[in-house]
């Protein structure tokens, strides 16, 4: 039987919605010129967020949070926001360092589209979050000025179940594969089995 494990992180996602060190840029679509509240249907938003331990500027870097969302509801971002796909990467001030955890959801706009808590989900993850499974809970923590988040989808509450492989099924996995006998499906179970 595999034993899981339950884990509560808490961190703050630094967002800059303008001027030149924008994070998140919006590059396909209306609302061009970082009106975020004016992407339509369709628009494509690339984001590469600082990650940190705490709301302050000058609180400890964790590591960071990119990737990019679609505008999916016919209506804009107001009608639905954006379906985003993201990844934390945790790095050298975190206890996770070289570790990730991949995202996916519907999130907005604070305070223009669906409002928060904005709820996604975790699916999967890398090194110390491998096999990770669960959900993330986004929302904004403070509006440091117009336009600039102190982590637009703040306080991130990641909750997640890391599940250990049972020592036998893994033996019997690796026998297979050491001795030839397997298909390209069971090198895909054991590519995601190995260390």
Not at 130 to 143: D, L, T
Not at 154 to 175: G, N
Not at 179 to 186: E, L, Q, R, V
Not at 188 to 194: E, M, R
Request: proline share 5%; net charge negative.
């Amino acid at each position: 039987m595999a034993e899981t494990e339950d884990l509560h992180l808490t961190c703050y996602t630094h967002e800059i919605q303008d001027g030149l060190n924008a994070s998140p840029k919006l590059n396909a679509g209306t609302g061009q010129g970082g009106d975020l509240t004016a992407a339509g249907w369709g628009s494509f938003v690339v984001f590469d967020n600082i990650v940190k331990e705490g709301l302050n500027e000058d609180s400890k870097t964790l590591g960071k949070f990119s990737g990019w969302g679609v505008v999916t509801s016919i209506g804009g971002i107001p009608a639905g926001g954006a379906q985003m796909s993201g990844q934390f990467d945790f790095g050298e001030g975190s206890e996770y360092n070289g570790s990730s955890i991949a995202v996916t959801g519907t999130v907005s706009v604070p305070g223009v589209g669906p409002p928060p808590p904005w709820e996604r989900i975790i699916v999967g993850g890398t090194g110390k979050f491998r096999g990770c499974k669960g959900y993330a809970i986004a929302q904004p923590a403070a509006q440091a000025r117009p336009l600039s988040w102190h982590f637009q989808e703040a306080t991130l509450s990641i909750y997640c179940m890391v599940f250990t492989v049972d020592k036998r099924i893994f033996q019997s996995v690796r026998h297979l594969v050491e001795s030839k006998h397997y298909n390209s499906d069971t090198t895909g179970i054991v590519g995601s089995l190995t260390k």
